[in-house]
């Protein structure tokens, strides 16, 4: 069985509501009270829900409500008030059947009986959605005092893994050959048969505030274990017996009842000493990793710091200190031509970076389409990773009112450009980069429409982003290129020839092509290890928690993209080509390339995705991912390089 070793969402809850025993609490989530039924009252509950999220499975993309899967439903079912991010998200939290009164035992309680009727259609067709389910290994998601229910289990040398949720069911092939799950139980042996988990234990951990300012108790850890039991009597189940199987070929009757079982236990503490073991060992590998990982992409860093230093320190100075040593009087009987720089002075005998300052202002082809990729601001709401759907709905806030600064930017430098078509680069600049990803969105979304996914979004919350779109960003992008557009062009540090320069023959390093391409090796080296357990924690639903790690490797991408341009700018002008515009924001852009690449590689090596509707989802959800970082470290790029042109070629400037 591929096991998901998943044990560090136990740390993250202990962060998140605990910190010692004597209860430190986060703002925002304070932890609730539990009493007995005959103690309870407004600051201490009695009954405890149970929330069930959607159902995912590393082999689809395709997450479904829990209610899909024909489990049992609650009388008075209800869904905890949901913001735009955990819509757009697919969350699908809602209440269970399953409900307990703190410190009642309760042992083997019935929640219902399903019964598939041969021959009848409908129950064929939930019945081998059932199926096709468990075939999958779709995980259930519970939900208590907004912790995770656990399932840990015993593997290999005798250690302990938990997963933040559970199986359905699993599958023995046709060839006896076990499943996921499956392998765990040698009861689960009858060849080409499913067995369905409709039991679980469940077991509730609580701390007691005695002595801690507080009443009653809380609750600390929720854990399960799921089993699989066929009862003999539906009515008066036993919790005992043969397991629930649930043949491949639908030729009888089939009953499922669901059951469960809880108990609660007292802790000292917040975590048993097992688990706790087990997240020291797992995380401390992990960031035993992470930190040889991140002190390789460190040494790329120096190195190209220390690049970027002799070339701002010890060339520039000596070519600098050479013309500050021109004789002044030859200049004053000789001044230059008007709008000539001391590089005009024995320019015909100098080559490199300085034989090109009449044209390394010369505005790109396409300056337009280049003014409107050069959005930085606008693209941090894409990049804020999601809790719960607030920094979700978070980034969607940002992506709106930062249309101004966006449209801004792109109008000084369109201006900068000598552009004069301001209506269509205002229009552009609000729609192209937006309309692209939103486009490849709502074909996404009409596969999962189809398909039925809890993450399909309703139409009504379409419309509301279009609103926004439209009613507040466009709106907004219009005034930020009306003071744009208002202010004056970016002075340049040097006038430009009116006759382009002829650009010599190119080595191959320098030509355009090579140079982008090489341009993206070092940036994407020092992410991808970083990388794959980004894609873990999106695609094989595993807790990611290595948020200061992901700060600091998103510190050392930007160094790198930022030294890496203007190392290669800088060896472009020394062969006199000044196209350096499009060149510095495509060699760090180049980085999205090698995300895709990656991305690709992952899918195949490390997903068991199946199904042609996974399979377009998944690339189609990558390639939003990679647009919006192709745009992200493009910009770097552009903006570095800028600075440094602006820089070397300023203190030569003719007032």
Known sequence: MKTRIDTEFVLVFTLVAFSTCSGFYLPGLAPVSFCEDDKGGDDCQTLIQLFVNRLDSVESVLPYEYDVFDFCKDDNERRPSENLGQVLFGERIETSPYKFSFKKDEKCKKLCTKTYVKGKTEDKNMLDFLKRGMQLNYQHHWIVDNMPVTWCYDVEDSQKYCNPGFPIGCLVTVDGRAKDACVINSEFNKKNTFYVFNHVDIKLTYHNGEGEG??????????????????????????????????????????????????????????????????????LTNNHFLIHSIMNSLVIVLFLSGMVAMIMLRTLHKDIARYNQVDQEDLIKAPPPQGKSMFYEDAQEESGWKQVHGDVFRPPRKGMLLSLFLRFLACLGFLSPANRGALMTCSVVLWVLLGTPAGYVSARLYKTFGGEKWKTNVLLTALLCPGIVFADFFLMNLILWVEGSSAAIPFGTLVAILALWFGISVPLTFIGAYFGFKKPAIEQPVRTNQIPRQIPEQSFFTKPVPGIVMGGILPFGCIFIQLFFILNSIWSHQMYYMFGFLFLVFIILLITCSEATILLCYFHLCAEDYHWWWRSFLTSGFTAVYLFVYAVHYFFSKLQIVGAASTILYFGYTSIMVLIFFLFTGTIGFFSCFWFVNKIYSVVKVD
């Open 214 to 283: 507080w009443r009653g108790a809380r609750l600390v850890a929720a854990t399960l274990e799921p089993k699989s039991i066929n009862n003999a009597d539906a009515d008066k189940p036993t919790c005992e017996g043969p397991p629930m199987e649930v043949p491949v070929e639908f030729n009888s009757d089939v009953k499922i009842t669901y059951t469960y079982t809880v108990s609660f236990e007292y802790t000292m503490c917040l975590v048993n000493s097992i688990v706790h073991r087990s997240i020291q060992v797992f995380s």
